[in-house]
């Protein structure tokens, strides 16, 4: 009588990998914002709205649902404070 004992098995530890953002950050410079409409905090998209002698006025927009939920000027020349 031979008594083999394979013990062939071995166990396999399931690596799963994390395939969302793992160090994959993407220059993104749209913040997320308050939707009202949709009731929770969305991606936005920034569009120029109007371009002001004090800076260029950027309305953002829900990227879900289109509103508006907020504007921003965007100064780009603030050179009016000199302190000599
Ligand atoms: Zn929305």
Same mark, same amino acid.
């Given at each position: 009588?031979?008594?083999?004992?394979k013990?062939?098995?071995?166990a396999?530890?399931?690596?799963?990998?994390?395939?969302d953002?793992?160090g994959? @950050?993407?220059d993104?410079?749209?913040?997320?914002?308050?939707?009202?409409?949709c009731?929770?905090?969305?991606?936005?998209?920034?569009?120029?709205?109007?371009?002001?002698?004090?800076?260029?006025? @950027?309305?953002?927009?829900?990227?879900?649902c289109?509103a508006?939920?907020?504007?921003? =000027?965007?100064?780009?020349?603030?050179?009016?404070?000199l =302190?000599?």
């Amino acid at each position: 009588m031979q008594m083999e004992q394979k013990n062939s098995r071995y166990a396999r530890t399931a690596v799963s990998r994390r395939a969302d953002t793992a160090g994959a @950050y993407r220059d993104f410079e749209a913040t997320e914002l308050y939707c009202p409409r949709c009731k929770r905090a969305v991606p936005v998209r920034k569009r120029l709205l109007l371009v002001l002698p004090e800076g260029d006025k @950027y309305e953002y927009l829900c990227s879900l649902c289109s509103a508006t939920v907020g504007t921003k =000027i965007d100064r780009q020349k603030n050179n009016d404070s000199l =302190i000599v």
